[in-house]
């Protein structure tokens, strides 16, 4: 089981739609995927219009709360850990607590069945991202095309150093994933160039910029569903499968995860 936290401390770079896409595109494959939403705005939860029961919240805090019951089939293959305004409490709830840090890993210890979890964080090193990289095996880095997201990049690649020096959690970056590309425009190109100087054999194919996505999730819909021609759902599909491609073992006879 891959577990991949979608990670940029800049916002405005497309991790909630590369989280979705990614997942949507990977979900089409055949593998059981685990969506969690880290942001306490709940942007996964708006997008897939799901009003939840329970959430990341009580996750967090409530031990007699399995992942099961939180945990909700959104598509075929595809099922999302929700987050909601609430989970900004839990947070500080969890400050004072000793090991506040790894409390996700701890509540999704026993966690099997899927073939990858997307964690998509919000854009800070708060508490919850602390959980979501301690629990995370790799990071994926969405950079959008303008010099402030690489200062952003830089934060972040500090901020992992700090986790694998301080906390002891050893966690990679695998992927940068360019996001608003337009190849007509010097600045992207200049970022691009850039990213692959620094990030050599780990920047994939940029997602070209396309109205499409944001579309998307005004319908609820993911971008293969709303505009499967789209550049958005072509770039989508090719970063699936490079990450497939990546992916040293899969499942074939996969078995319908089990949630109540």
């Not at 200062?151 to 994933?177: A, F, M, P, T």
Request: aromatic share 6%.
């Amino acid at each position: 089981m891959r577990k991949i936290a979608i990670i940029n401390q800049k916002g405005g770079t497309a991790k909630t739609t590369t989280a979705v896409n990614l997942a949507a595109g990977l979900a089409e494959h055949e593998c059981n995927i685990l969506l969690i939403d880290m942001d306490p705005q709940g942007n996964i939860s708006t997008w897939f219009d799901i009003v939840p029961q329970k959430s990341l919240y009580h996750l967090l805090l409530e031990e007699t709360v399995t992942p099961e019951e939180c945990i909700v089939p959104v598509r075929e293959n595809l099922y999302v850990l929700p987050s909601t305004k609430t989970a900004a409490q839990a947070e500080l709830i969890l400050t004072g607590l000793p090991g506040r840090e790894r409390v996700l890993s701890r509540r999704l210890a026993q966690l099997s069945g899927y073939d990858f979890v997307l964690l998509d964080c919000p854009p800070s090193l708060n508490l919850l991202n602390q959980n979501a990289i301690t629990y995370a095996d790799e990071a994926f880095i969405p950079v959008s095309m303008d010099y402030l997201a690489l200062v952003g990049v830089k934060q972040i690649l500090e901020n992992l150093k700090l986790v694998r020096e301080i906390l002891g959690h050893s966690i990679d970056v695998s992927l940068v994933i360019p996001t608003f590309y337009d190849r007509r425009n010097r600045k992207s190109r200049e970022v691009l160039e850039k990213l692959d100087l620094h990030f050599d054999g780990k920047v994939t194919e940029p997602i070209r910029a396309n109205v499409r996505l944001a579309e998307a999730a005004s319908y609820h819909q993911t971008i293969f569903e709303y505009d499967p021609s789209s550049h958005g759902a072509r770039d989508y599909k090719r970063l699936a499968e490079r990450v497939l491609e990546e992916t040293p073992y899969r499942r074939h006879a996969r078995e319908k995860v089990s949630i109540r």
